[in-house]
């Protein structure tokens, strides 16, 4: 579990857990298991479903995955915040980490995660025992401001 969930007090309750094959395909099917565990009107599931795609696609591109490593997507809630962890089998050449080049046109991802999470990070479990990239998202929506002014209709 990431460290950000980690230092929640209550036990996390489990919204789904999957093992998916190191390939492309897998991002969708990420997904498509996010969508089924916590429907369409959860009011997170757009970020939960890009951020679980964004580190499903990291996991499967940078890492040493294939066809026959398998990728572990594991989506918790505690105290109003969502964590997903994606563990991998690791690369031997670098680790995730946020690009600098604003306008690059892909490796976005985690700049994508670092923006719509409230923490992110990664555990790295030994040579050849992969890796965990996790982060953690707000479960709902912070309430209005109470001081901002009303909108009006004209």
Do not use: Q, Y
Not at 28 to 35: D, G, I, L
Not at 121 to 135: A, K, N, S
């Amino acid at each position: 579990m990431g460290e950000f969930m980690k230092a929640v007090s209550a036990e996390p309750k489990l919204h789904g857990e999957v093992s998916l094959p190191g390939v492309r395909e897998s991002v969708s099917r990420a997904r498509s298991e996010v969508r089924e565990w916590f429907g369409e009107a959860h009011p997170a599931i757009d970020d939960v479903v890009l951020a679980t795609s964004e580190l499903v696609t990291n996991a499967i591109v940078h890492s040493n995955a294939d066809a026959g490593d398998l990728i572990r997507l594991t989506v918790t809630e505690a105290e109003g915040f969502i964590g997903i962890e994606v563990n991998d089998p690791g690369s031997t050449f670098s680790g995730p980490h946020v690009r600098k080049e604003a306008n690059a046109e892909d490796g976005r991802g985690l700049l994508i995660v670092r923006e719509i999470s409230l923490a992110w990070g990664v555990r790295e479990h030994g040579c050849g025992l992969g890796r965990t990239v996790w982060c953690a998202i707000r479960a709902a929506p912070l309430p209005d401001d109470p001081s901002a002014p009303e909108p009006v209709s004209g």
